[in-house]
């Protein structure tokens, strides 16, 4: 006995698998975007004295934002607000994140917890953290006398 074979018999389960795959996407694209979780882009760099981070944080009040340093970990939280009273001029695109973040960086044992100092400035937070005295590169002159 000849069995035809046809390969999209089963393409019904194919397609409720797309259709679930649609409306997810639909669903997600739909969703107030306000409401979203992100994490703003920082900048880290390490100076001989010293690191920086810097994060960019537009359009935040200073009381929204905050900084910690715990048990070696620097923690910055904020949130973000859309503001509302714009929401019915038209908006024909949202891209921007609102709401709350939070970002969290392991620090090195050579970072001094007692010599941190935070600045907002034209929307950038700039976070620095001194070094220990011990982690600071040191040169010795080494004199050699001919025997």
Known sequence: MLIKYKPFNDFSEFSKGISLFED??????????????????VDILETENELVIKADLPEMRLEDIDVSLENGTLTLKGKRE??????????HRIERSYGSFV?????????????????????????????????????????????
């Open 82 to 91: 859309f503001n509302r009273a714009e929401e019915g001029k038209g908006y």
């Open 103 to 147: 970002r969290a960086f392991a620090l090195p044992d050579s970072a001094d917890p007692e010599k941190v100092a935070a600045d907002y400035k034209s929307g950038t937070l700039t976070v620095t953290v001194g070094k220990k005295e011990i982690a600071k590169p040191r040169s010795v002159k080494v004199n050699i006398h001919p025997n």
């Open 24 to 41: 997810s996407l639909s669903r997600l694209l739909s969703e107030d975007q306000t409401a979203r979780p992100w994490a703003p882009p």
